[in-house]
């Protein structure tokens, strides 16, 4: 019996062991796929997941290693989640070890038990013999806490006092003089109560009659795989239809998996769920301590918990009993990982629903493309909520022509008149840029001199806050200079971002509290929550902010949202901005007048004639859907085409250009006509943290097509010289090709 472990490693490849000298369990004494198992491996031990057993091995017997131990009775996620994982290394391309990593709390790759309880500790057989056999003076501690262990048969870490540390007994353990066991908790039961709704008030809430109408054709698929688009207007309520499908799901005794972007800018969905849901809500994201992730992944694993809320990486949570998986705000770019194991949580939530044969409800008011193409097709179900419930409007938006009016360090004049009168009324005025930092240059009038990262091809953010200047694609910092360095006349900062913003802000309207969101001010834990608690209590009457603005705030009283430097995503090179751009407008748009005071949304721009905007304002985000579908169609670029692009990064620019022409070389010896590789082509920031940076992109119509070329190819891109250092991946469905 040869075990065939996958270990976290970037080979892409599994490893051949033979059984350890014992395995758990007498009456089958064959492990199951799915359990952890402690090898050797090098110097090192590693642990690395039993993803096959096979009664030969390539590797000559001789030289076959002997795992050191199983580590589980039973398999660490379910055979669903199993599967999944190994259906995604297989798509995107990627070394099996690492996917299961990705997919598991530290503590349990570092081998602690997958279920709740105590661990005991006793001496092994070699134990006993080393305590017959002569003294040995190199670890006197080491025996006398063994003999001590001896007399009193077993011991938890709570039995040990100041003379024998945790340490010691670890020592021991590496030895093999003693062994752990976990008296556990015990996992739930087919019993387990589902959970209980004690919100009536709540749960009584009439629902509208396109709410009620989605509600229903969802709960039809119930049980059964289907994929529906809840194509709702921002504010329209989609977190109640949510609420009510996860309710008759676990009411039935399933479980359901809930995805969102970003868990610190939705804390208002966590928190409703919790008041909806009295019981078995845990949250999954990377935010929480190692102890605070182990503890929700075993509550999904053993079905304690009944909803798991996450971001990404909670699509892969072993869920035993899931009944149903909602994807929030299906759009967002953050569903996409971009470095490491690049998947979409999105398309693989969608892949795990079909896979475990239950619906998986993808909610969004500025649908992404693609989906809105699957819906087009009949691959998804499309579920309209077009209004916003009771008295609540969808905003008036309009465009200020920058061109006409002049204004104040970014802020036009009309802007700022909108803002006076909606903050005398008593509304609260949200302005978006996205943006962060003072100025995102340093400029000398005299002789043009901008400050530059000298480790990437961009310029240094002012932050005059921190009195720093900053590189935010590095992360490169340094003081700031007060005189240039050439010509030494003095600096100026040109151009705007939040941190200025700001300032202008509180000089325009000193009487009207100012708060700010954007990375800089939501690095340190719980300071999102502030800034949300000053905008929902009314201390706050001015919001400015990125794009993390967009993500599903609800802000009862603001009545004007400003959006400056809207151009930004107009003419950039990738095929998908104008994509991304719509989506970020509409979505912040959409925070004006969710209540009953009417909403604003004022849009400066220096190109009021571009159609992008005026298509927005005119036909709103589905008008634009359209006709941006049909230039994708005539362009031939998804979702009329599959693409992969070969990243590649090393210090040397020639070899890096070398080792990508014999990439796109080996590709043609494949001689697939339907394949197209373009490139090499430098990426949009040619030169990143001192390394250069380019790529390959590859082309075709097929899905199953791509997949067949990248199993043929990638293998011989692996066997090609490359440069000292060099680093290269695959991103299958890339959301970025600049």
């Known amino acids: 019996m040869i075990l065939q472990i996958a270990l976290d490693t970037p080979l892409r490849r599994v490893f051949d062991y033979r059984p350890p000298a014992t395995l758990p369990g007498e009456a089958n004494p064959a492990p199951q796929l799915g359990v952890r198992v402690r090898v050797p491996f090098g110097r090192r031990q590693l642990i690395g997941i039993l993803v096959g057993i096979t009664g030969e091995s390539a590797i000559d017997s001789g030289k076959l290693k002997s795992a050191l131990a199983i580590l589980d009775q039973q398999p660490i996620v379910d055979s669903v989640t199993f599967d999944l994982l190994r259906w ?89 003089w003693v062994t752990p066991q976990t008296q556990t908790a015990g996992a739930a039961s087919e019993e387990t109560p589902g959970v209980v709704v004690p919100d009536t008030a709540a749960s009584a809430v009439s629902l509208t009659e396109h709410q009620a109408e989605s509600v229903a054709a969802i709960l039809a698929t119930l049980p059964g795989f289907a994929a529906h688009l809840l194509y709702g207007v921002t504010g329209s309520g989609k977190t109640e239809v949510y609420l009510r499908v996860i309710a008759a799901a676990i009411a039935a005794g399933g479980q359901a998996l809930v995805l969102v972007p970003e868990i610190a800018l939705t804390p208002q969905l966590v928190e409703r769920f919790r008041r909806r849901f009295s019981a078995g809500v845990v949250a999954v994201h990377s935010g929480l301590t190692g102890v605070e992730r182990r503890d929700a992944w075993r509550a999904a694993h053993n079905g304690e918990a009944r909803i798991v809320i996450g971001t990404r990486s909670a699509v892969f949570t072993s869920l035993p009993k ?45 649908p992404s493309l693609e989906t809105l193409e699957n819906a087009a097709t009949g691959r998804y179900s499309k579920l309209r909520l077009p209004h916003r419930p009771g008295a609540a409007q969808a905003p008036q938006m309009s465009l200020v022509d920058l061109r006409k009016h002049g204004g104040d360090q970014g ?54 806050r921190a009195q720093q200047l900053r590189c935010h694609h590095c992360g490169a910092h340094g003081a700031v200079p007060v005189i240039c360095g050439k010509c030494a006349q003095p600096l100026n900062p040109v151009g705007q971002g939040t941190e200025r913003v700001e300032e202008t802000l509180a000089r325009l309207f000193p009487g009207a509290p100012l708060a700010r969101l954007d990375r800089d001010t939501a690095s340190a834990r719980g300071a999102v929550q502030s800034v949300l608690e000053r905008v929902h209590s009314g201390e706050a009457r001015i919001l400015v902010g990125t794009q993390m603005l967009t993500k599903g705030h609800h802000f009862p009283e603001v009545t004007l949202v400003v959006i400056l430097d809207a151009d930004q995503g107009l003419f950039a090179s990738d095929f998908r901005a104008t994509e991304r751009l719509a989506q970020t407008i509409t979505q912040v ?24 905007l005026n298509r927005l304002l005119t036909e709103g985000y589905e008008g634009f859907a359209v006709s941006a579908l049909e230039e994708r169609r005539e362009a031939g670029w ?101």
Request: proline share 7%; net charge neutral.
């Open 589 to 612: 748009a959409g925070r004006a007048g969710r209540e009953l005071r009417p909403g604003e949304v004022l849009i400066q721009t220096e190109f009021p004639e571009h159609p992008l």
């Open 638 to 738: 998804p979702p009329y085409s599959r693409l992969a692009m070969l990243r590649a990064e090393a210090k040397d620019s020639a070899a890096l250009d070398a080792f990508l022409r014999a990439a796109a070389d080996a590709s043609a010896r494949l001689k697939d006509a339907a394949i197209k590789v373009l490139g090499p082509a430098s990426a949009l920031i040619a030169r990143r943290a001192d390394h250069f940076r380019a790529h390959l992109l590859i082309e075709t119509v097929a899905r199953s097509g791509l997949q067949r070329f990248l199993k043929d190819w990638l293998p011989l891109v692996e066997r090609l010289p490359g440069p000292p250092g060099l680093r290269w991946s695959i991103d299958v469905d890339p959301l970025e090709v600049d």
């Open 411 to 464: 802020l036009s004049t009309p802007a700022m008149q909108s803002m006076a009168r909606h903050l005398k009324a008593g509304g609260q005025v949200i302005v978006f840029l996205n943006r962060r930092g003072y100025a995102p240059s340093l400029f000398c009038n005299a002789c043009g001199w901008v400050a530059p990262c000298e480790h990437c091809d961009a310029r240094m953010t002012l932050h005059r």
């Open 88 to 176: 995604a290394a297989q798509y995107y391309h990627h070394p099996l070890g690492e996917v299961f990593a990705a997919a598991l709390p530290v503590s349990l790759r570092e081998g602690q038990p997958t279920q709740h309880g105590t661990e005991w500790w006793s001496v092994s057989d070699s134990g006993r013999q080393e305590l017959s056999s002569p003294s040995d003076r190199r670890a006197p501690q080491q025996r006398a806490m063994l003999a001590w262990l001896a007399q009193r048969g077993s011991v938890s870490l709570d039995d040990l006092d100041e003379t024998f540390k945790p340490a010691h007994l670890r020592a021991l353990a590496v030895r093999g």
């Open 322 to 366: 899931l009944a149903l998986i909602v994807v929030d705000e299906e759009h967002d770019a953050s569903y996409k990982q971009h470095e490491g194991f690049r998947y979409s949580a999105r398309d693989l939530a969608v892949v795990r629903a079909q896979r475990a044969g239950v619906p998986v409800v993808l909610g969004s008011a500025t």
